[in-house]
């Protein structure tokens, strides 16, 4: 089946903002519709914070079989963070952030959703910051 980018960026938005026992049920989901799918928490100041948080989304990504360990594949990956995190700092810039990357991949998409609690005194604000790349099968 033909999956398109629209679906692969669905799902790492559906896997951002799920809970921890939401997402153990989305990966399944997901595996039977021949996505697979990944999540991991990030939070802290966000100007400090985005190496940590691309590497993190590397690292999941690689973990749970999403991608080679291979150049290009790390590429895509720190890629696609990377835009979502722009997204993201435009919003949070010099602010602590909490929240979740979900990462999903099939065939040849990868998408990458980053959502995030801007902590502000008592005021909170959402952000959402979503990269897709291209990268070969096999």
């Known amino acids: 089946m033909k999956i398109q980018s629209e679906k692969v960026a669905k799902a790492s938005v559906k896997m951002a903002i799920s809970s921890r026992e939401e997402e153990k049920i989305l990966i399944e989901k997901f595996k039977n519709k021949d996505i697979l799918a990944t999540a991991v928490d990030v939070g802290g100041n966000i100007n400090t914070s985005m190496t940590k948080i691309i590497e993190r989304a590397l690292v999941a990504s690689k973990r749970c079989g999403l991608i080679k360990d291979c150049h290009v594949d790390d590429g895509a990956v720190v890629g696609a ?58």
């Open 81 to 138: 963070t990377r835009e979502a995190l722009l997204q993201v700092i435009e919003k949070a810039n010099g602010l602590n952030v909490g929240g979740k990357i979900g990462i999903a991949r099939s065939e040849e998409h990868i998408s990458v959703c980053i959502f995030m609690s801007i902590g502000l005194l008592h005021l909170n604000e959402v952000v959402i910051g979503l990269g897709h790349r291209s990268i070969p099968n096999g």
